[in-house]
């Protein structure tokens, strides 16, 4: 038996044979092009496909972790439209007559460096969110789209030089018991996404962990950050024990989830859900939540191609508050900002879209947004305890 070790990403034991998740590496050529025009139209359509897939990954991740983990996702789509990044590809295209896919590898990985090279760990880590995007469109614009994980068939421990977020959304959960990767940090949205979904990690272990054959048995453990190799009977036993026992307290924290919260000093704690849809409300209510603290109605909004009429709105509503009955709903007005992209609303850009003023903006300048919304709520309000909050107010 051997002993890697390194950073505790996520909680939890997990056991399975060793699937090493290789990717491919990609040769890009520099070439001298004679129609510039045409590699930038081949640009923008690979941005466009790429929103496309993150679009799917992020509600996917959404449903699976929760909003809050895949809004890693709308900062992924963001940077597809980040102008500096877009106009160096476009001005290397163009000026130096090179093909897209070098023009592209070479601006991603200037802005990477860049972050890598900080002195502070978060931003750092950001490096790993851009090259997933660069990849994204890279992979795109070369046609080797094929996930690393395609031949994986058998519940296993997964092995990687380093996962993207992207990455670990997609990864089939049903066969994949936990990861270790030879670098990442806890900060990583990898690492924030396998806690969400509940998968043990240990990543920042070294190049060691890219040695181990296919099929080895491994053991590991996000609560001490090691990856047991090989490990003998004795050892294998304790960690089925541990499962087990990690299985009871699990169950019993379910049984006491509708339970008040009190503290050991006596104090009451209100326990609320942020929900972005129906399902999440149903989940919310199984885990003992006892109110929805924050309700998006940005679930309505996004993934279409128009807005959604009073009626939609409704029932959408009525579902929600029929789940929590007379429990408290916040319900949050639309709120669109600088993580939140509605095309067909057609928005003027904003210097600072985080900070909330164009939801204040658009309640002014567009009323017809937002008199059906309210309309919708104070219709689905009766026999609830529904209240509404409005974005920055």
């Known amino acids: 038996m051997r002993t890697l070790r390194g950073i505790a990403a996520s909680r939890g034991i997990a056991m399975g044979p060793a699937f090493q998740f290789r990717r491919t590496e990609h040769t890009v050529e520099r070439r001298t092009v004679d129609d510039p025009a045409t590699e930038w139209a081949r640009t923008e359509a690979a941005l466009e496909r790429a929103r496309r897939q993150l679009e799917e990954i992020q509600v996917k991740a959404a449903a699976e972790a929760g909003e809050d983990e895949a809004a890693v996702f709308e900062a992924h789509i963001l940077m597809l439209e980040d102008p500096d990044l877009l106009a160096t590809v476009r001005e290397e295209i163009e000026t130096h007559n090179v093909n897209a896919e070098s023009a592209l590898q070479d601006a991603v990985e200037s802005y990477a460096g860049a972050l890598a090279a900080l ?15 660069g990849e994204r469109v890279l992979s795109i614009l070369l046609g080797t789209t094929q996930s690393p994980a395609a031949n994986l068939s058998q519940p296993s421990i997964i092995l990687a030089h380093d996962l993207t977020p992207s990455d670990t959304v997609l990864l089939d959960k049903a066969l ?18 396998a806690r969400a979904l509940g998968l043990p990690a240990v990543v920042g272990i070294g190049p060691a962990v890219l040695d181990v054959p296919d099929g080895t048995t491994l053991i590991v453990d996000g609560n001490a950050g090691t990856l047991l190799v090989d490990p003998d009977d004795p050892t294998i036993a304790a960690c089925e024990a541990e499962a087990v026992r990690n299985s009871a307290a699990l169950a019993g924290a379910r049984r006491h989830a509708h339970e ?11 326990v609320a859900a942020n ?26 909004y996004l993934e279409r191609d128009h807005l959604p009429d009073e009626e939609e709105q409704v029932r959408a509503y009525n579902a929600i508050l029929d789940i929590f009955g007379e429990l408290p709903v916040i319900l949050r007005t639309l709120d669109i900002g600088g993580d939140k992209h509605l095309p067909y609303l057609q928005l003027e850009p904003e210097m600072n879209p985080f900070l909330g003023l164009r939801a204040i903006r658009l309640c002014l300048a567009r009323p017809e947004l937002f008199r059906p919304q309210l309309r919708a709520a104070l219709r689905a309000s009766p026999g609830h305890d529904l209240r509404i909050m409005f974005p920055m107010v």
């Not at 002195?119 to 995007?133: G, H, K, N, P, T």
């Not at 008040?260 to 209100?270: H, L, N």
């Not at 929900?275 to 309505?300: D, M, P």
């Open 260 to 270: 008040p919260a009190i503290t050991q000093d006596g104090r009451r704690v209100e």
């Open 176 to 193: 994949v018991r936990g990861f270790c990767t030879a670098e990442g940090g806890a900060t990583s949205h990898t690492a924030i996404l």
């Open 275 to 300: 929900v972005g849809n129906v399902e999440l409300a149903h989940s919310a209510l199984e885990l003992g939540a006892e109110g929805i603290g924050l309700l998006r109605t940005e679930f309505l």
């Open 119 to 133: 002195d502070d760990e978060y931003l750092s880590a950001r490096a790993a969110d851009v090259r997933d995007v």
